[in-house]
C-alpha cells in the first residue's frame, strides 16, 4: 500500500530524514516510533504529499504521491493536529462543511459520529469538547470518506487512558475491515498493543523495524528473570553465568515464591539503540 524509497528531506542545513525506506503491505497496522523532533511528523507529510522530499519517491497504492489530485487524494484518511476544526461549528456541522469540500454524501455524517461514539454531541460546538472528543472528531473527518488507508500523526497524544482505548478500539476496528493504518507514536505501549509493524526513527534514520514481538525477542540476550522469595526479598538474575548457579540453588531450596520472564520493551530496545528514552518522565 505504501512504498517509501530512499527519502531525504532537509530544513535548510538540518537534515531531518536520511533515505528512508520501508514498504506496507495491506490491512496491517505499522507504528513509527521516536522522540520529539525525531522526523515523524515530517515523514507523514511526505508520504501524505502535504510536503515534497528533497531525494526519493513516495508510492500510496501504486500512485505517486506527488502526483495524486483532487478526489484521489480521497483515497486516503489524514488525521494530524494541525488540521484544525472550525471552533464555532457544532461537530456535525464541522463534518458537513468537510463532506462538502470532498464530495462525500452528507448522509455519511451521522453515520461518521456514530463510528466514533460522538452521536450524542453532534450539536456541541468543537470549541466545546473534550480533548477525547476532539480527537475523536478529528478521526471521524479522517475515516468518514472509509478510505483504504488511513495515516494518524500521534492520534492519542495527552489523552486520558480512556479516550486513548476509545480511539485504539475504532482503529482496530477499521483495521479488521481491511483497512492499512500508518501512525506516529511516541507511545511504545500503544505501539507493542497496536502495531502489526514498528519502525524505530531516531534522527531521521530508521534504527530498527519488525514485529513488536520479534524485536523484543530479538534484544532478550541477557534473558532475565525476575523472582519473588519467601522473605519477601525480589531479585532479578540473568539465565547465564554465576547468576544460573544461584537460581537453581533457591529453586532446589523451594524459596521461591514467584516467577517471571523479564523481557525487554520497545521503550528498552530504543533506549539500547540509541541512548535515548522515547518518552519524556
Ligand atoms: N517547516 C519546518 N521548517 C524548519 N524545520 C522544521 C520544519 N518542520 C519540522 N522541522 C524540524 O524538523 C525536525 C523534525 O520535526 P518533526 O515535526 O518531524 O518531528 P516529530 O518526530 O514529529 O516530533 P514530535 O514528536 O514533537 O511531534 C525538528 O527538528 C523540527 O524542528
Ligand atoms: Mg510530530
Do not use: W
Amino acid at each position: 500500500m505504501i512504498s517509501c524509497r530512499n527519502v531525504s528531506k532537509s530544513f535548510r542545513d538540518h537534515k531531518v530524514l536520511n533515505k528512508i525506506n520501508f514498504d506496507v503491505p495491506e490491512g496491517v497496522i505499522v507504528g513509527l516510533l521516536g522522540p520529539s523532533g525525531a522526523g515523524k511528523t515530517t515523514l507523514i507529510k511526505i508520504l501524505t504529499g502535504q510536503l515534497l522530499s528533497d531525494e526519493g519517491k513516495v508510492e500510496v497504492m501504486d500512485r505517486d504521491v506527488t502526483k495524486l489530485k483532487g478526489a484521489d487524494k480521497n483515497r486516503f484518511g489524514i488525521m494530524m493536529d494541525q488540521f484544525g476544526f472550525y471552533e464555532r461549528f457544532t461537530c456535525s456541522e464541522n463534518l458537513k462543511v468537510f463532506a462538502d469540500i470532498y464530495g462525500i454524501p452528507q448522509s455519511k455524517v451521522t453515520d461518521s459520529l456514530k463510528d466514533v461514539g460522538l452521536e450524542g454531541a453532534s450539536k456541541i460546538k468543537a470549541s466545546d469538547l473534550s480533548k477525547g472528543m476532539k480527537a475523536r472528531l478529528l478521526l471521524a473527518r479522517a475515516l468518514m470518506h472509509s478510505p483504504k488507508i488511513i495515516f494518524l500523526d500521534e492520534p492519542t497524544s495527552g489523552l486520558d487512558p480512556k479516550s486513548m482505548r476509545a480511539i485504539h478500539e475504532i482503529i482496530l476496528k477499521r483495521k479488521k475491515e481491511g483497512c492499512t493504518v500508518f501512525l506516529t507514536t511516541h507511545n511504545m505501549d500503544e505501539a507493542a498493543m497496536l502495531c502489526d509493524n514498528v519502525m524505530l526513527l531516531n534522527e531521521g534514520t530508521i534504527v530498527e523495524n519488525g514485529s513488536p514481538e520479534e524485536l523484543c525477542r530479538k534484544y532478550n540476550r541477557d534473558k532475565k528473570i525476575k523472582v519473588s522469595l519467601s522473605d519477601g526479598v525480589t531479585k532479578e538474575f540473568k539465565q547465564m553465568g554465576q547468576d544460573k548457579h544461584e537460581l537453581a540453588d533457591l529453586i532446589s531450596k523451594g524459596m521461591i515464591e514467584t516467577i517471571h520472564s523479564e523481557e525487554p520493551t520497545l521503550e528498552t530496545i530504543f533506549l539500547e539503540l540509541t541512548g535515548k528514552k522515547l518518552q519524556e518522565d
